[in-house]
């Protein structure tokens, strides 16, 4: 029951944080960037959301720098957004999944 019900407080999370930081943030690393929310993982006290970012044709490590620079401003949206008890503190982080894949396959190619 708490497995659904966090799932489905992260797919909202993960909705609202996309669609803020493609609408409504001004910074210039982030404006006009193709940014894409992968992934959130929220903590069961609601207390911290770590999201999952990835950005094609910029630095990912200069977006979730600047990201993380107005995160209070995009806590502040999200709060207005969902209806929570409390709106989970924001940390951004650059997801690796997709280096990882291609350093995997390169390993694989290697043993063949």
Request: hydrophobic share 40%.
């Given at each position: 029951?708490?497995?659904?019900?966090?799932?489905r407080?992260?797919?909202?999370?993960q909705?609202?944080?996309?669609?803020?930081?493609?609408?409504?943030?001004?910074?210039?690393?982030?404006?006009?960037?193709?940014?894409?929310?992968?992934?959130?993982?929220?903590?069961?006290?609601?207390?911290?959301?770590?999201?999952?970012?990835?950005?094609?044709g910029?630095?990912?490590?200069?977006?979730?720098?600047?990201?993380?620079?107005?995160?209070?401003?995009?806590?502040?949206?999200?709060?207005?957004?969902?209806?929570?008890?409390?709106?989970?503190?924001?940390?951004?982080?650059?997801?690796?999944?997709?280096?990882?894949?291609?350093?995997?396959?390169?390993?694989?190619?290697?043993?063949?």
């Amino acid at each position: 029951m708490a497995n659904v019900r966090m799932s489905r407080i992260n797919g909202e999370i993960q909705k609202a944080v996309a669609n803020i930081i493609n609408q409504k943030v001004e910074h210039p690393e982030i404006k006009g960037k193709s940014i894409t929310v992968l992934h959130v993982d929220t903590t069961p006290d609601l207390l911290l959301s770590r999201i999952y970012i990835s950005s094609y044709g910029a630095d990912t490590s200069n977006v979730v720098n600047a990201l993380n620079s107005v995160k209070n401003y995009i806590r502040h949206e999200l709060g207005a957004v969902l209806r929570l008890r409390t709106t989970p503190d924001l940390k951004f982080v650059q997801d690796t999944s997709f280096e990882y894949g291609q350093h995997m396959d390169k390993l694989f190619e290697s043993i063949k």
